[in-house]
């Protein structure tokens, strides 16, 4: 079974950075789209960043600017690049592929916390 696995996250001060993961344990075909989303405390999950296969990246406009969405193929690997971090950043960060077929597939989310 497919699983995303997702590392990075963590404790950081305001105005800084960290760098999120999210690497597939095994082989998902037909891979349309990788993404990241956050959900905070009583709001609803949304989404940060993403990007399709052969096309360019989507993000909320809440982290343009600031976060940067890239991914290895071959490594079927997704990353966040999260700068200038804002205490309004704190969320459980979850990355999700989707396929052709319209599967989802997430991970287990990493917590960010972003505090003095």
């Known amino acids: 079974q497919v699983q995303l696995v997702e590392s990075g996250g963590g404790l950081v001060q305001p105005g800084g950075s960290l760098r999120l993961s999210c690497a597939a344990s095994?082989?998902?075909?037909?891979?349309?789209?990788r993404g990241w989303y956050r959900q905070a405390p009583g709001k609803q999950r949304e989404l940060v960043a993403n990007?399709?296969?052969?096309?360019?990246?989507n993000y909320a406009d809440s982290v343009k600017g600031r976060f940067t969405i890239s991914r290895d193929n071959a490594k079927n690997t997704v990353y966040l690049q999260m700068t200038s971090l804002k205490p309004e950043d704190t969320a459980v960060y979850y990355c999700?592929?989707?396929?052709?077929?319209?599967?989802?597939?997430w991970g287990q989310g990493t917590q960010v916390t972003v505090s003095s």
């Open positions: 095994g082989s998902i075909s037909g891979i349309l789209a």
């Open positions: 999700k592929f989707t396929t052709l077929q319209s599967l989802a597939y």
């Open positions: 990007i399709p296969i052969g096309g360019s990246p």
